[in-house]
């Protein structure tokens, strides 16, 4: 970390009162999981005691972070309410006049910000996957259910809410969200310059999921939480709104929730064991702080499908193999610390499970299947073979396309479908393709599995699943994605 403002050194996992060991079997429990995993940063006080990358990712990449946005969009309220610019319990009315004009129910206009950062709204959360609006905040105000309750009384998750909150931010500031926490915090902590927010139909920031950065600019920003907001000695943002923003503000123990995430809410802000905090991204994108501890640990994957009982495991496995075990130095262990870095040295970004070769690859090479109708309209295919490589040619509505693959390895290429959103959300984007790892293995003589991780300004995967049998083909494909592969969802069927 070059920057004037680190604050930061690297030191060992027993100088930090934790056996390398211990930090071994929790990047081993990473793995084992068929997590997909990008980067992992663990650090005591100002001291980093281990980080780690999986190729193609590195320390410089912006990598989104989804949910994880709506934790700066608290942090900026909060600067708001320092400068006199807003008070916690202005009412919605005050902000959206327009938007509310034609909303009959009075707990939506009498909502407040302290509200809507605490998860407590007056509706049930309204989505804008199907519907596509060409602006989220009029659509987030236009919602016309009969269910409704005062702000205040009932936690639920309100993802564009969120958004609404961030809304705030920019008309109060005539700034975007990115521009102003860059002048109030991001300079003085050393955020990247490179880091950026996408947009969302109605102009404004995309403030509840659309930030990018690196995985350092999330490690700064929750030592400046640890830090009761004050950063090198400067008390920047009021300490009284940081202590509020990370402590439980509301119960949000919900029935089929994980232990680990109902652990109290604060301001856009979730709790966790130990009066530790957490912001949390789809995909699981993870920054938590553990105050009695002073440990910090930032996680960055890809594993939407795997979000509940692997997100468990994750955070049971960070406080028992870390966070408890942590205490005053330990004597040097030089082999196991060692053993830790060479076990980690040529760590890569998962690929497809299976065996490279199998002898129906040779008898399939090059034979094109007409497929019958189905739900991702692909009327052919072609597999083809060659040592380490291979590709899926393929007819659908957009025309002739071939993703490439790697055998037991990921090429990295571009996915073929073209016009996914770029920098506005549920935007067609002309041009636009995916960056993706592509990866294929047979699971069986006649099972081909092909993995797709998207590793763009969006993240995804495709699950692929081809069974040859004589000359027919039927083939699998199930996507997790947030409102993209949707071509790419369903069954196949198909004769050579």
Request: charged residues 25%; glycine residues 8%.
């Amino acid at each position: 970390m070059n920057n004037a403002n680190n604050i930061f050194r690297y030191i060992t996992p027993e100088e930090a009162g934790i056996p390398s060991g211990n930090v071994e079997k929790f990047i081993r429990t990473l793995e084992n999981t068929g997590m997909a995993v990008h980067d992992v940063i663990l650090a005591r006080g100002n001291d980093i005691f281990f980080e780690a990358y999986w190729a193609p990712f590195h320390k410089e990449y912006l990598h989104r972070e989804y949910s994880i946005t709506k934790s700066y969009v608290a942090i900026a309220i909060g600067f708001l309410e320092q400068d006199g610019l807003i008070d916690l319990d202005d009412p919605m009315e005050k902000f959206f006049p327009e938007e509310l004009k034609n909303q009959p129910d009075r707990n939506q206009h009498k909502q407040t910000i302290r509200h809507m950062l605490m998860m407590t709204t007056a509706k049930p959360p309204r989505s804008w996957r199907r519907i596509h609006p060409d602006d989220w905040v009029k659509h987030y105000f236009s919602n016309l259910s009969e269910e409704t309750r005062p702000g205040g009384t009932v936690w639920q998750y309100d993802s564009i809410g969120s958004h609404v909150l961030g809304a705030i931010v920019e008309r109060v500031t005539g700034k975007t969200l990115m521009d102003y926490l860059r002048e109030k915090l991001f300079d003085k902590i050393g955020f990247s310059s490179e880091a950026y927010c996408l947009k969302a139909p109605g102009g404004h920031s995309w403030m509840d999921a659309g930030l990018l950065c690196k995985p350092s600019d999330l490690l700064r920003t929750i030592r400046f939480l640890l830090n009761g907001g004050s950063w090198n000695g400067e008390q920047i943002l009021n300490e009284d709104y940081v202590k509020a923003a990370i402590s439980t503000q509301f119960d949000n123990t919900q029935p089929y929730s994980l232990p680990y995430r109902c652990q109290g809410y604060g301001y856009q802000i979730w709790k966790c064991y130990q009066d530790s905090f957490l912001f949390s991204g789809m995909h699981t994108q993870l920054a938590v702080g553990v105050p009695g501890k002073d440990i910090i640990f930032i996680y960055n994957s890809d594993h939407l499908g795997k979000y509940y009982a692997e997100n468990q495991t994750i955070m049971d496995s960070f406080f028992d193999l870390i966070v408890n075990p942590a205490g005053k130095a330990l004597p040097a262990d030089t082999k196991a610390h060692e053993h830790l870095l060479a076990s980690c040295r040529d760590l890569k970004l998962r690929t497809a499970a299976g065996e490279t070769t199998a002898p129906t690859a040779e008898r399939v090479n090059g034979i094109t299947y007409t497929m019958d109708e189905n739900p991702m309209a692909i009327t052919r295919m072609r597999f083809t073979f060659a040592g380490e490589k291979g590709c899926l040619a393929y007819t659908n509505a957009q025309g002739d396309k071939e993703l490439h693959f790697g055998l037991g390895q990921n090429a990295f290429v571009d996915f073929p479908e073209e016009g996914y959103s770029d920098e506005v959300a549920s935007e067609y984007a002309p041009g636009n393709y995916y960056t993706c790892a592509a990866s294929a293995a047979w699971e069986d003589e006649n099972t081909l599995q092909i993995l797709v991780q998207i590793i763009d300004t969006y993240l995804g995967s495709l699950h692929i699943t081809v069974h040859f049998d004589g000359d027919e083909i039927s083939v699998t494909m199930y996507k997790d994605a947030e409102d993209f592969l949707n071509e790419y969802t369903g069954e196949a069927y198909g004769k050579a």
